[in-house]
């Protein structure tokens, strides 16, 4: 019932949904106004073979990282409820016969739900995007692939926008927070400017930021198809270094990020956050 009431409590609040959306929406502005077409341009002049299958690469790379977004910010906006009732309602729940722990669960749990309704849309809209643009659906394998970077991505991302909520108290300063997440996660996900043209250190931190591993897994799954056959005739090292300037795939070195290696880092991430929040309840005695 907690679960549920918190749940009808985000949804039915539609400035929230809309807000928790809005990183996620100036995305798909920037891209159909103006990114794309940029970025289209730039890599047509740049590729010295047919470039026909361009616009549906980036159009996979660009919302494949927006569908990640999606996981923190409405994530993110749903954690609003918990924030709410520190400021109005946490004396009642605390004197109430439901016990702290099974109040904070909700609170987590209906958080993951919110992000996963709202991914799962997200990544809908960008199959219909790309599928209309001329590309193709992944197969079944591809399908599983996508499921297990949705579920990760919401995990991953609801537990560290969880972990950062326990130290907010008041709904203006849960705003301001949400704010500048909304505005450096772009970046972060190297959706504004690629990756590859950050200076290096910068490129260091992006590559540790967890989330990123998010934008790399749905990326792999969405344009590793239409970017073999967009480089079917370029050198092996040319598509490679594409792959990794776009966040497809981040390198440490001579170590090549995959799938599933982005994959573990979003469970350890997950674990940790998850642990420290229960750790930081513990103390406090919530």
Not at 50 to 64: F, R
Not at 83 to 91: H, L, M, R, Y
Not at 122 to 142: E, F, K, W
Not at 205 to 213: L, W
């Amino acid at each position: 019932m907690l679960i549920k009431r918190n749940l009808l409590l985000f949804f039915r609040d539609r400035a929230n949904v809309f807000f928790s959306l809005l990183a996620v929406l100036i995305i798909i502005a920037l891209y159909v106004l103006f990114l794309g077409d940029l970025m289209e341009e730039t890599l047509r002049a740049q590729l010295g073979f047919n470039a026909d299958k361009i616009g549906v690469v980036m159009a996979s790379i660009m919302l494949g990282g927006m569908v990640a977004v999606t996981s923190v910010t409405s994530g993110l906006g749903s954690i609003t409820v918990s924030i709410a009732d520190k400021e109005s309602a946490a004396k009642d729940f605390l004197t109430s016969p439901v016990s702290r722990g099974k109040i904070t669960r909700s609170y987590m749990t209906g958080s993951a739900a919110v992000a996963f309704i709202m991914t799962t849309a997200a990544l809908v809209i960008v199959l219909v995007y790309i599928v209309s643009s001329g590309g193709t659906l992944p197969d079944a394998a591809g399908f599983a692939r996508l499921f297990t970077a949705t579920v990760l991505s919401v995990l991953c991302g609801n537990a560290i926008v969880f972990f950062v909520s326990l130290f907010v108290k008041t709904q203006s300063a849960f705003a301001s927070l949400s704010t500048v997440v909304g505005t450096l996660i772009g970046f972060l996900m190297g959706i504004y400017v690629p990756i590859g043209q950050f200076p290096e250190a910068v490129q260091w931190v992006v590559k540790c930021f967890p989330m990123t591993h998010a934008a790399s897994m749905f990326r792999q799954v969405l344009a590793d198809e239409q970017l073999a056959v967009l480089f079917e005739k370029a050198p092996p090292e040319v598509l490679d270094g594409f792959r990794e300037t776009f966040g497809v795939v981040f390198s440490y070195g001579e170590f090549i990020s995959g799938f599933w290696v982005s994959a573990a880092v979003l469970i350890v991430t997950t674990t940790v956050f998850y642990s420290a929040s229960l750790m930081v309840m513990k103390l406090r005695r919530v």
